[in-house]
């Protein structure tokens, strides 16, 4: 019964899972019993994830791909207002399934969740990426992320995120360039440069550019500090010859997915330890270990 009301409350608010307990299993259980029993074992959840051993439970190959991608949205707390949770993927190349031209399935995740610093969340996702694997990791520019990449997994494949590049174009083209039209075609010309690897050029090429009002000395400096500190990140025409991926989507899904269904509804306001616990279940249930929670409730039963 406890494994059944802690998988409704994860994908339910508390009330609708008071009605669908009710509906399903003919038992009517308050919406404080199902917070406490949910709460309770996410809250085990989380002490688990803080003890497993480091390696990861995806099986792979040596020769197989790994990717690991991490990125935070915001969730409304009652202690901290606006609060980010960080959220990690890991996934293997072979999971990956196309379903339509522009569209590819991703059948099998594993998922870490932390509300709070980079270290902690750190702590409990290195557990989770495998040992084995050609490991690729895509994100951002945060720095830390990189930083943590490379003094752990130095043989890692790091890829900066190629739509936040594309973001830090659009943005300094259109302050820097006067009318879409000139914006749309530099835009382009990097755009082109980027994908035959020609980072360098890029840089150059703003670099040279004349300073014509006050606010483009500023603007070159924000795109250059960027590009220059993840120029190993961006050869793109590379990456996209080997077949790998160049954007976060996935992460950015998952988010989506597993974190704002549920967490970020409208008029909701977590405690910070409930958006911790909630975001548990959900991420055992999207990485498809619900056992642990039943095996968790039968060692309750067995202390009783």
């Known amino acids: 019964m406890q494994d059944r009301i802690c998988y409704v409350a994860q994908s339910q608010v508390y009330e609708e899972s008071r009605e669908t307990l009710q509906e399903m299993l003919g038992v009517d259980v308050c919406e404080k019993q199902i917070e406490r029993v949910s709460h309770c074992y996410g809250q085990l959840l989380e002490e688990?994830?803080?003890?497993?051993?480091?390696?990861g439970q995806i099986a792979v190959r040596d020769d197989q791909i790994v990717y690991a991608m991490a990125d935070g949205s915001m969730v409304l707390t009652r202690e901290d207002s606006w609060k980010e949770i960080k959220l990690g993927r890991v996934f293997t190349e072979v999971?990956?399934?196309?379903?339509?031209?522009?569209?590819?399935?991703?059948?099998?995740?594993?998922?870490?969740?932390h509300l709070g610093n980079y270290k902690q969340f750190l702590s409990k996702w290195e557990k989770e990426i495998p040992l084995q694997g050609r490991l690729v990791f895509l994100a951002d520019g945060a720095k830390w992320f990189w930083e943590w990449a490379s003094k752990n997994y130095p043989a890692g494949l790091q890829i900066l995120d190629y739509y936040h590049c594309k973001e830090y174009l659009c943005q300094f083209a259109s302050a820097y360039f006067p009318g879409k039209e000139k914006?749309?075609?530099?835009?382009?010309?990097q755009?082109?440069?980027?994908?035959?690897?020609?980072?360098?050029?890029?840089?150059?090429e703003i670099q040279k550019l004349p300073l014509k009002k006050a606010a483009d000395s500023a603007n070159k400096r924000k795109i250059l500090t960027?590009?220059?500190?993840?120029?190993?990140?961006?050869?793109?025409?590379?990456?996209?010859?080997?077949?790998?991926?160049i954007g976060s989507g996935p992460i950015e899904a998952a988010h989506r997915n597993v974190i704002q269904q549920r967490l970020k509804l409208a008029g909701q306001r977590w405690t910070k330890s409930g958006v911790q616990y909630i975001a548990n279940l959900?991420?055992?249930?999207?990485?498809?270990?619900w056992n642990k929670i039943i095996e968790l409730t039968k060692i309750d039963r067995a202390a009783a």
Request: aromatic fraction near 12%.
């Open 48 to 55: 688990d994830s803080f003890e497993k051993d480091v390696g």
């Open 226 to 245: 960027y590009f220059e500190n993840n120029r190993e990140r961006m050869y793109y025409g590379s990456y996209r010859e080997k077949g790998l991926l």
């Open 183 to 189: 914006q749309k075609k530099w835009i382009i010309k």
């Open 282 to 289: 959900r991420v055992c249930r999207k990485s498809q270990r």
């Open 95 to 113: 999971s990956r399934h196309q379903v339509s031209e522009k569209r590819h399935r991703i059948s099998e995740s594993i998922y870490s969740a």
């Open 191 to 204: 755009e082109k440069r980027l994908f035959k690897d020609k980072v360098d050029k890029v840089i150059k």
